[in-house]
């Protein structure tokens, strides 16, 4: 395995030369991405969200574990800011703990699955034949196989083990259509000179694939992760309404969002409250997608 | 050509039953039916348990693959078992199958009709306020997981129900439960209609909302595509009205990507309105997908499987039909 860094440096060398300009090809991304007002929205949100994920459970008294029997139910106050819920747990504490949870959700799914969409697809499309048969089987397969399904039986299994195996469970089933793109990219790129002048050096297929093949479709790797990031975070909630997703007692908002969706009428800020902090994190996350596409893309400069 | 499309058709069948199979031989080993009857108060004998699941073909203790061979069989018949409750699969899926249909054909026709002119308009106005408006809202949108949205349409359902005053026998315009109100099932008398419609309404709507904000984003990008195209520019030096020119020959391009996904996404609706019919408390597919498993029903886990496998693989044929229907191009490579 190479080093990560190698291969996005040799990215950059390559696209300079072809912009022809004196700026860098990473400002000039920087400089398209900060031109879109929502991007740059978006990215603060997000930023403002992490931040408040990790220092916000240390502004109040509460641990998202505590009960305060006395204060069963209680509306949003001075003393439980979001209010409790049935067993007296501050809901701060608790969505606090339930962002965080949804982003390394969101954050590790998406590296996972979209590393193995990288590594997949560019195996099948590179060396063909065998491979690439197994692998084309191997999405068609997962593509028509319900992965709630998968996860909600083989669910039982996991419990008391740690939620990392869940989160690779949901994004088992999140790379098969990038895999489909990344095959289709690497059998063009395949044909170009650069490749073929590094087989015929006697270059080990592994390096070209991490060096040449994938650092070609950056851009697309990195904006199909950061839409992976909202998509697995909003497949966790989709999970968790089942009961099948993060455990009691830890949270995520997805979990607290399917306890409490019976109660949305008769006490709403059990509801709500996480379902707002869950739809801000998407959307933000979104707006961030939609502005490194449009500034990793070049073809976005219709505008 | 004929022979490619054999094989292919060779290959997905196999497909199908590798799924089926899979789904059969993990929900045989995971789930425990026997949960299902020990809860029951008086709890059944021990015996009479056994007996019960040996009956629907379930019995932990009598090995999977033997059970999974007997409801191959069965399935070669036309038989896809019984359900745990001792119904047949048959005829939960064929009542089901009109119930979920319902739903989704008119709230994803309606929300792809929405999505596309929200969308045409969004590009032909790009950049002005009400294409920021919509562009905006599609996106928040699409952030909002379908149960939240399911809730808000309900929170908006109940708000104009007491808005307008619900009566003191209870009648009232939008119900949030069920598909009719009881004893109100048939088709026949007006107001059984009028029942069914306003259970109807709210469901549909979600789908709707979910929808449009889907279809806009894409018809959006496909027409904005089509306006730099030179075609455009001749319709109108022909002296066609620029408004004519966009929707004879600009819409129409720009709606060809989209048929594709419309037909693939028309197929796995069936089981994608899962929240919406459970929310709902709507008995369709969705719903049999989902309480098929909590209730530790295998036969139904294997038939839903089958059912959905089917579904996605039709989905693939019909987009591929609407698209070689649509565009002259692929016709004739």
């Known amino acids: ?303 | 050509m004929v022979r490619f499309l054999i094989r292919r058709i060779v290959y997905l069948v196999i497909l199908v039953a590798v799924a089926t199979t899979l789904a059969y031989l993990l929900a045989g080993t995971q789930l425990n039916p026997r949960l299902r009857f020990e809860g029951r108060n008086p709890p059944p004998s021990e015996a009479s348990i056994t007996a019960t699941l040996d009956e629907l073909n379930m019995n932990p203790d009598t090995p999977v693959l033997q059970r999974y061979a007997k409801w191959v069989n069965g399935v070669f018949h036309g038989d896809l078992g019984e359900t745990i409750l001792g119904q047949s699969v048959n005829q939960q899926i064929s009542t089901r199958i009109w119930v979920s249909l319902r739903l989704v054909l008119i709230g994803s026709i309606i929300g792809a009709i929405v999505g596309c002119a929200i969308g045409a308009y969004g590009a032909v106005k790009q950049y002005r306020l009400s294409d920021h408006v919509a562009t905006i809202l599609s996106f928040v949108v699409l952030s909002i997981p379908t149960v939240v949205l399911c809730k808000l349409v309900q929170l908006l359902g109940t708000s104009i129900n007491s808005a307008t005053g619900e009566t003191a026998n209870g009648s009232q315009i939008f119900y949030t439960v069920g598909e009719y109100s009881p004893g109100q099932g048939s088709w026949t008398s007006f107001s059984d209609v009028v029942d069914r419609l306003q259970h109807g309404v709210l469901p549909t709507l979600v789908l709707v909302i979910a929808a449009a904000a889907f279809y806009s984003r894409y018809q959006r990008s496909s027409m904005l595509d089509v306006l730099g195209q030179d075609f455009l520019r001749t319709a109108q030096a022909k002296g066609l009205t620029r408004t004519r020119a966009l929707i004879k020959h600009g819409l129409r391009t720009a709606l060809i990507p989209l048929t594709t996904f419309f037909s693939y996404n028309l197929a796995l609706l069936f089981i994608g309105s899962t929240f919406v019919e459970i929310i709902f408390s709507w008995h369709g597919m969705g719903e049999y997908l989902v309480t098929s498993i909590t209730t530790q029903d295998i036969n139904s886990t294997a038939a839903t499987t089958l059912f959905v496998a089917v579904l996605v693989l039709l989905a693939g044929f019909l987009s591929d039909i609407a698209y070689a229907a649509l565009d002259p191009r692929v016709r004739v490579s």
Not at chain 1, 133 to 147: C, G, H, K, T
Not at chain 1, 214 to 225: H, V, Y
Not at chain 1, 282 to 289: I, M, Q, R
């Open chain 1, 1 to 303: 395995m190479t080093t990560p860094s190698e291969p996005v440096l040799l990215a950059e060398e390559e696209n300079t030369a072809a912009d022809m300009t004196s700026v860098s090809r990473g400002r000039l991304v920087l400089r398209r991405f900060f031109r879109r007002r929502m991007a740059v929205l978006g990215l603060f949100i997000v930023v403002l969200l992490v931040f408040l994920a990790f220092v916000g459970p240390h502004l109040t008294q509460w641990s998202y574990t505590e009960f305060d029997v006395n204060n069963v139910y209680s509306q949003p106050s001075s003393s439980h800011w979001f209010g409790t819920n049935d067993l007296g747990q501050d809901m701060f504490a608790r969505t606090m703990r339930g962002l965080q949870k949804s982003i390394f959700i969101g954050l590790i799914g998406a590296v996972i699955s979209t590393g193995v969409a990288g590594v997949l697809g560019a195996i099948a499309g590179y060396f063909g034949r065998a491979a690439d048969r197994a692998v084309v089987v191997l999405i068609d397969l997962l593509l028509i196989l319900p992965s709630f399904l998968i996860i909600a039986v083989t669910s039982p299994l996991f419990v008391g083990k740690t939620w990392l195996i869940f989160v690779v469970l949901l994004a088992a089933f999140q790379w098969m259509l990038t895999a489909r793109v990344v095959r289709g990219l690497t059998q063009s790129l395949k044909e170009r000179e650069f490749v073929s002048a590094a087989r015929f050096m006697g270059v080990p297929a592994r390096k070209i694939i991490a060096r040449h093949i994938l650092p070609n479709m950056a851009s697309f790797l990195i904006i199909d992760a950061t839409v992976n990031v909202s998509s697995l975070i909003l497949a966790e909630v989709a999970l968790s309404y089942f009961g099948f997703g993060i455990r009691p007692p830890d949270v995520s908002l997805g979990s607290l969002i399917g306890q409490y969706a019976n109660n949305a009428d008769t006490y709403p800020w059990l509801f709500w409250i996480p379902s707002t902090v869950l739809v801000v994190l998407v959307l933000a996350v979104n707006l961030v997608g939609d502005g490194l596409r449009d500034a990793l893309d070049p073809n976005s400069v219709i505008s």
